[in-house]
């Protein structure tokens, strides 16, 4: 009789520890399965977030390949017709002269979100490895444009005396694609001298040289673009947009 009782016992304190323990099983999976969404949704945000600053950058990179291109036009003028435009067309050749010294841009980079996903280790819950790798490669180049800010700066500042001193205080202005511009007509006794021609001739290159790093930074944005949306499983993602090309356009 006590065995029988002790059998039941057994049996009843086994079945009872089973259920505690498929109970607590039970929890810790639903906890996991919970933090494993919570972290992909944290993920999906970030990655989100990275899209609106990537789409921003787009645009903020034509707005500056508008920039730079159009230096690059004025100082291919200057470089190759100076003597006719000083002796023949002088508003064109102060146009000219303002556009090349004063073009600059400055790109901001936001990384932000870059280093919120890469320092929380949810990049790793990134299911296409590409995108971890482009953003990784995209993130590492951005010294590249201070580099040439600094250069764009002093070559201004080597060229705007030069340029202010021989153009006329009366200005005009000429609307552009992303802003007017402001030029007084070429007021200088002798063409432009050979020192100037050199200051203008490195700066055109530079903006050459720079169009093309934004040309190869706008198609991997593009590409980067693309892989997130197929992530993120959306074909549009809505954002305030807050880009250069804005501003500019609020000021026309």
């Not at 059998?7 to 009843?12: P, Q, S």
């Not at 990537?54 to 100082?75: C, R, T």
């Not at 995108?131 to 705007?160: A, G, N, P, W």
């Amino acid at each position: 009789c006590n065995i029988n009782n002790m059998k039941k016992y057994l049996i009843k304190y086994s079945l009872e520890f089973l259920v505690i323990v498929m109970g607590i099983s039970i929890s810790f999976l639903i906890e996991k399965r919970n933090l494993k969404s919570y972290n992909d949704e944290l993920k999906n945000i970030s990655l989100e977030k990275i899209y609106k600053n990537l789409s921003q950058d787009v645009e903020d990179l034509n707005f500056n390949m508008a920039v730079h291109n159009d230096a690059i036009i004025s100082g291919n003028q200057i470089l190759n017709r100076g003597k006719e435009l000083f002796e023949n067309e002088k508003d064109s050749l102060g146009y000219h002269l303002t556009l090349i010294s004063t073009a600059t841009t400055f790109f901001l980079d936001n990384q932000e979100e870059y280093s919120a996903i890469k320092n929380s280790g949810l990049i790793e819950l990134i299911k296409n490895q590409e995108i971890v790798s482009l953003l990784q490669t995209r993130y590492s180049e951005t010294k590249v444009y201070s580099i040439f800010d600094d250069l764009f700066m002093k070559l201004y500042f080597k060229l705007k005396d030069y340029t202010f001193k021989n153009i006329s205080s009366s200005r005009k202005q000429y609307s552009k694609f992303y802003g007017p511009l402001s030029y007084g007509i070429f007021l200088g006794e002798n063409p432009i001298d050979n020192e100037i021609e050199n200051y203008i001739y490195e700066k055109t290159d530079f903006h050459k040289f720079y169009v093309s790093i934004m040309e190869a930074r706008l198609k991997e944005d593009l590409k980067i673009l693309a892989l997130i949306e197929r992530e993120l499983s959306k074909e549009n993602i809505f954002f305030e947009r807050n880009s250069f090309y804005d501003a500019a356009q609020k000021i026309n």
